[in-house]
């Protein structure tokens, strides 16, 4: 997930969204529930200009059946083994921003040597020298070229054409990022 603002703020708000989820979670409701009574819990209990994007999702195993929902963050991507690239679009708005909002989900099965790849704006939205965005587009395009590299590997290689594309060595918008690669 990515919550609107920086620092000791937007942090606090990033720990009661984890927790509150880590309680809902455990209730075995369906996901679209609980991103719905998360949306109203933050509705009722932070600023109007504070809002969260979240993406959860629950892989169940040995099936491989992955159930999620998307609550207005960058799209994740599934890169299948013979490199098509599919985004996770399905869910719903933003959590905290309106009032009964409503979620759906969607359950896809892994394939074996397929890639989920989820990632905050941080790593779309950096710029270089020439104010240039990485954008989605140089993104999509790196994934699915190291597709098949160990996901240790893959990140590190991500982390360092990311700084070169900018021109620092550091990054000044939180970038994260979550790799799962299926066996």
Known sequence: GDVTGKGVPAAMLMANLQAALHLLIREDIPLPHILEKLNTLFYA???????????????????????????????????????????????????????????????????????????????TELTNSLGEEFGEEKLYLFIKTHRNEPVPELIARLQDHLLRFSGTDVFDDDVTLLALKVE
């Open 45 to 123: 209990n932070t600023p109007s200009d504070k809002f969260v994007t979240l993406f959860v999702g629950i892989l169940s195993l040995p099936d491989r059946a992955f159930t999620y929902v998307n609550a207005g963050h960058n799209y994740p991507i599934l890169v299948e083994a013979d490199g098509t690239i599919r985004e996770l679009v399905t869910g719903g708005l933003l959590v905290g921003a309106f009032p009964g909002a409503t979620y759906r989900s969607e359950t896809i099965t892994l394939q074996p040597g397929s890639l989920l790849f989820c990632y905050t704006d941080g790593i």
